[in-house]
């Protein structure tokens, strides 16, 4: 196969030759960018499952290069060349001559910009600097150094030791003391910190650094660089530094840098320092001459780069939301929306989480028993560590009664029960209440799920939904639905007392991850208007229940689309 593709590469132009290269018999091809000659050998070999790799030969003599690593390989130095994310591309490992080719020209194009455009080169040795400061840390540090760190500036923290009967979760990590108080009161990582049984392992500092230069390769003095930098700090920094922390002695210092890279993207990296002896904070070379240092990984965990590193909005964390109803498709919902960022959530509901509600609810075993709302506002904030998750055991009705509705930004009623839902849009319109409304339901049988958006200051509202298409009068049951009324959609195993909604746990997942959706867009104020969204799914449950389907269901052809919500005979926006 090799000959192969030696061959397809010399028809299409390039320089090939085969030399023997670590014992091996090796691919390598000839290429000149910017009067400089370069040697690209064939790393891997077929069959393809993913871009093979070139490496690039003598890779000392050409500088550092953004993404390429410098390794020592049979006495010689190579680089090897990232070009992709190994996964990102569907690969044509049918035709290897094709896969081949194509990974030459991302490698030789790659090379020819950071050979040609120094200015690109240094931006990308700078975007990159994190994962290159990884390459020099030890093997061994498998576990990052977890810092809640929230503003760049000059600061002493403590940092504490993992507990040494502790594998996995927060408290088998170092960790610098959070620096703010706004985790959950029941999060992992506040509870870690009060329980007073983790011991403090030394000082963390964070030094802030105004001009970032690249990352020390795998070959450089960690040593070196790190006197270079706080050498290059600014003299107000140093003097800070030597006057605050100089005096101060310990055997063990965290140094936590900062800077900018490109485009105001921030990094952080971490350094530790130990010493035999108490000392004071090496600031010379001199000085850390009896230090060991070691280049350590690092995670931030606040709540800026936390949520955002998820998907997250930090424009929804003042966002106020009362979700009513968490059942299996209410706590889907709740969950998306703290997964989205929404801290102030209040979770409503009068029942009981049962066994029966184990195989559709995102609720473990454990909480049988016990309140769902109760339950959900623990398992929310156990998992998002910034959520004020609240509760209450009460209906819709007793919930608006004794909370002030208009505090809300949003309001998402998940009952699946439309007398409720009307009786509290009476109640609304009665009382001259003016809060957005979200009614989210789901039919049996995986037909679909619905949800209405209701903004009280625009055109339509849920009682738009109600309006007989026959008639034009307003009417029991939604025209938006998929099954016709007056049947007996319930099963019942049990007899009287246990009869329950045919329905799946994919079938509530998706109708409350489409309901989160809408939430999400309201709140971000890019769905102003009322609107009404559905998902379709296929009818061979209820055809084999004999159950009948309305012509929406047949005629429908908008799944998750969000359309308008107003009918031109509803009694209240007429």
Not at 213 to 228: G, K, V
Not at 424 to 433: A, G, M, S, V
Not at 490 to 498: N, Y
């Amino acid at each position: 196969m090799q000959s192969k593709i030696k061959q397809h590469l010399t028809r299409i132009g390039y320089d090939c030759i085969v030399s023997d290269i670590g014992g091996f018999p090796r691919l390598v091809v000839n290429v000149t960018i910017a009067e400089s000659e370069i040697q690209l050998m064939l790393a891997a070999e077929p069959p393809f499952h993913s871009l093979p790799e070139f490496v690039l030969i003598d890779a000392d003599s050409f500088g550092r290069l953004a993404h390429v690593t410098v390794y020592q390989y049979s006495g010689a130095l190579f680089g090897a060349v990232c070009v992709n994310d190994p996964d990102s591309l569907s690969i044509n490992f049918e035709q290897p001559q094709l896969v081949v080719e194509e990974s030459l020209k991302r490698h030789v194009a790659l090379l020819e910009m950071c050979l040609t455009n120094p200015d690109w080169n240094n931006k990308e040795l700078l975007r990159e600097f994190y994962s290159d400061w990884l390459r020099k840390c030890r093997q061994d540090d498998s576990k990052p150094l977890l810092a809640n760190i929230e503003k760049p500036i000059l600061q002493r923290l403590v940092v504490y030791a993992p507990l040494s009967d502790k594998e996995y979760g927060i408290e088998s990590h170092y960790m610098v003391h959070p620096a703010d108080n706004s985790f959950s009161g029941i999060s992992d990582i506040h509870l870690s910190m009060m329980k007073g049984n983790r011991e403090a392992a030394g000082i963390a500092l964070v030094i802030p650094i105004h001009k970032l230069t690249p990352a020390p390769s795998r070959f450089d003095s960690l040593e070196q660089w790190y006197i270079d930098t706080i050498t290059a700090l600014p003299t107000t920094i140093r003097n800070e530094l030597q006057q605050k922390f100089g005096q101060w002695r310990d055997t063990t210092y965290w140094i936590v840098f900062t800077a900018n890279t490109v485009n105001d993207d921030r990094t952080w990296f971490a350094l530790k320092l130990v010493c035999k002896s108490k000392k004071a904070l090496p600031l010379t070379g001199e000085k850390l001459k009896d230090w060991t240092l070691a280049a350590l990984p690092i995670r931030l965990f606040n709540q800026e780069s936390t949520v955002q590193r998820g998907g997250g909005r930090l424009s929804l964390s003042d966002k106020k939301v009362a979700v009513i109803g968490v059942g299996s498709v209410g706590c889907e919902i709740a969950h998306k929306l703290s997964a989205a960022g929404v801290k102030s959530l209040t979770l409503v509901d009068p029942d009981i989480y049962e066994i029966n509600n184990l195989y559709r609810h995102v609720l473990e075993q454990g909480w049988v028993g016990a309140p769902k709302s109760f339950a959900l506002s623990v398992a929310i904030q156990r998992q998002f560590p910034w959520s004020n998750a609240t509760w209450y055991p009460y209906d819709l009705m007793k919930f608006a009664r004794n909370q002030n509705m208009e505090s809300y930004d949003l309001l998402v009623i998940a009952i699946g029960n439309p007398t409720q839902e009307r009786l509290f849009k009476q109640y609304l319109l009665d009382n001259n209440t003016y809060v957005a409304v979200i009614n989210s339901w789901l039919e049996g049988f995986g037909i679909g799920g619905h949800a209405v958006l209701d903004v009280s200051e625009s055109k339509g509202c849920l009682l738009c939904s109600y309006v007989c298409p026959e008639s034009g009068a307003r009417g029991l049951v939604s025209n938006m639905n998929f099954i016709e009324p007056n049947q007996v959609t319930m099963k019942s195993i049990a007899g009287c007392g246990e009869q329950f909604i045919s329905y799946g746990a994919a079938s509530s997942a998706q109708t409350g991850v489409m309901t989160a959706n809408l939430a999400i867009r309201y709140l971000e104020g890019k769905q102003t208007e009322s609107c009404k969204t559905s998902w379709k799914g296929d009818d061979d449950d209820a055809v084999n229940e004999g159950i009948k389907l309305t012509h929406r269901f047949y005629n429908f052809k908008h799944s998750l689309e969000y359309l308008p919500l107003t009918d031109e005979d509803c009694d209240v926006c007429s």
